[in-house]
C-alpha cells in the first residue's frame, strides 16, 4: 500500500515527536521531576504511527502502561502530555491521571491504563458502542504481550467473534514482559491462539512502518465491513527499561547497541525515504529540528506550571448519581 508523500512526513513528524518526548520524559525521571512510574515507548514508534495513521477521528484506541506512543500518535496534544506526566494543573488529566492513565476522549483516546490486560475489554466496549450507534468507528486495544496470557484477553477475543465486534487486538511483542522473556512465558503461538477463536490474525513486523499500516487498514477495512475483528501480533523492540528505575541488566550492553544501530525503526524509516528519493534530507533535517523545539517549549512550560489545587483533589473521582447532580 503506497503512502502518499504527506502522510510519509506526518509518519515521520509523529515517530520522530514519541522518540524526542520519551526522551525528554527520561531524562525528567531521571531527574526526580516524575511523580510516579515510567514506562517509556522509545523503539516501538512504527507501530503506534502505523495504527493510528490507518484509524480515522471517529475511532477510539485503548492503551496500556506505556501509552505515551499511543496518546502522541492518536492525537493527545505534547504540552499537557508532558504536563500531566509531571502532575501539573494545565495536564491533560489535570495533573490526577500521571504518565499510565492519559486520556483525551476528544481525540478518541479513551485512556491508557495500568493493569495488564485491562485494555482489551474495554475496547469491546467501545466497538459495542459503535456497532450498535452504527457508527461506522471501529476500536483498537493495544496490548503487550504479557496482556495475552491474561484472561481478560481471552475472554475479549471470544467476545468479540461472538458478537461480531469492529475491534482490532493490536499486540506488541517487545519480547519482554518486565524482566522476563516473552518466549520463556508465553506459549504457544499468538497468532493461533486468536485464529482458535476464528479470527482474522497476523504476525507483523512492528520494525517496518508500512507493515504496520498496511496490516492495521486491511483490518480496518475488515471492521468497517462488518467481517469482525482481527488480531495483529507486532514484533517490536524497547529501548529503555521496563519501567523508569529498571536497570535493565537481563539484556547486555552488546546486545542493546546492536539493537540501537541496527533495529531502530526510527533510523530505518529516515534511510528508507532518503535512500528510496521520497523526502529528502534536508526535509527529515527541519521536521528533527522542529519537533526538537515543540518539545523543548512542552518541557519548559511543564517545570513551570502550576501544582493542582488540593481542594480538587476529589473532583472527577468520585461519581455522584444524587438528583441533580
Known amino acids: 500500500m503506497q503512502m502518499s508523500r504527506e502522510d510519509l512526513e506526518r509518519a515521520y513528524r509523529t515517530m520522530r515527536t514519541i522518540r524526542a518526548f520519551e526522551t525528554n520524559v527520561h531524562v525528567e525521571a531521571q531527574a526526580g521531576r516524575v511523580p510516579g512510574s515510567t514506562h517509556l515507548y522509545a523503539g516501538q514508534e512504527a507501530v503506534a504511527t502505523g495504527v493510528c495513521m490507518a484509524l480515522g477521528n471517529g475511532d477510539h484506541i485503548v492503551s496500556t502502561h506505556r501509552g505515551h506512543g499511543h496518546s502522541i500518535a492518536k492525537g493527545c496534544e505534547v504540552g499537557p502530555m508532558m504536563a500531566e506526566i509531571l502532575g501539573k494543573e494545565s495536564g491533560t488529566c489535570k495533573g490526577k491521571g500521571g504518565s499510565m492513565h492519559i486520556a483525551d476522549l476528544n481525540v478518541g483516546m479513551l485512556g491508557a491504563n495500568g493493569i495488564v490486560g485491562g485494555g482489551p475489554p474495554l475496547a469491546c466496549g467501545a466497538a459495542l458502542t459503535a456497532k450498535t450507534l452504527k457508527t461506522g468507528s471501529v476500536a483498537v486495544a493495544f496490548s503487550g504481550d504479557g496482556a495475552v496470557n491474561q484472561g481478560t484477553t481471552a475472554e475479549s477475543l471470544n467476545l468479540a467473534m461472538v458478537w461480531n465486534l469492529p475491534v482490532i487486538f493490536v499486540?506488541?511483542?517487545?519480547?519482554?514482559?518486565?524482566?522476563?522473556?516473552?518466549?520463556?512465558a508465553t506459549a504457544g503461538d499468538i497468532v493461533m491462539r486468536a485464529q482458535g477463536y476464528g479470527m482474522a490474525a497476523e504476525l507483523v513486523d512492528g520494525l517496518s512502518l508500512s507493515n504496520v499500516y498496511e496490516s492495521t487498514?486491511?483490518?480496518?477495512?475488515?471492521?468497517?465491513?462488518?467481517?469482525?475483528?482481527?488480531?495483529?501480533?507486532m514484533k517490536t523492540e524497547r529501548f529503555y527499561g521496563h519501567f523508569n528505575g529498571d536497570v535493565d541488566t537481563y539484556r547486555s550492553e552488546e546486545s542493546k547497541r546492536v539493537q540501537r544501530h541496527e533495529r531502530d525503526c526510527l533510523t530505518r524509516l529516515r534511510a528508507t525515504l532518503i535512500k528510496s528519493g521520497l523526502i529528502e534530507e534536508g526535509t527529515l533535517d527541519a521536521i528533527d529540528a522542529e519537533?526538537?523545539?515543540a518539545i523543548d517549549a512542552a518541557v519548559?512550560?511543564?517545570?513551570?506550571?502550576?501544582?493542582?489545587?488540593?481542594?480538587?483533589?476529589?473532583?472527577?473521582v468520585y461519581v455522584s448519581y444524587a438528583e441533580g447532580n
Do not use: Q
Request: a negative charge; proline letters at 6%; aromatic letters at 4%.
Open 291 to 293: 519537533v526538537e523545539d
Open 171 to 184: 499486540i506488541e511483542d517487545n519480547g519482554w514482559g518486565e524482566a522476563t522473556s516473552s518466549e520463556f
Open 300 to 316: 519548559k512550560a511543564a517545570r513551570a506550571a502550576n501544582e493542582p489545587d488540593p481542594a480538587t483533589l476529589e473532583t472527577d
Open 217 to 233: 487498514s486491511a483490518a480496518v477495512t475488515r471492521a468497517r465491513a462488518g467481517e469482525g475483528p482481527s488480531l495483529l501480533h
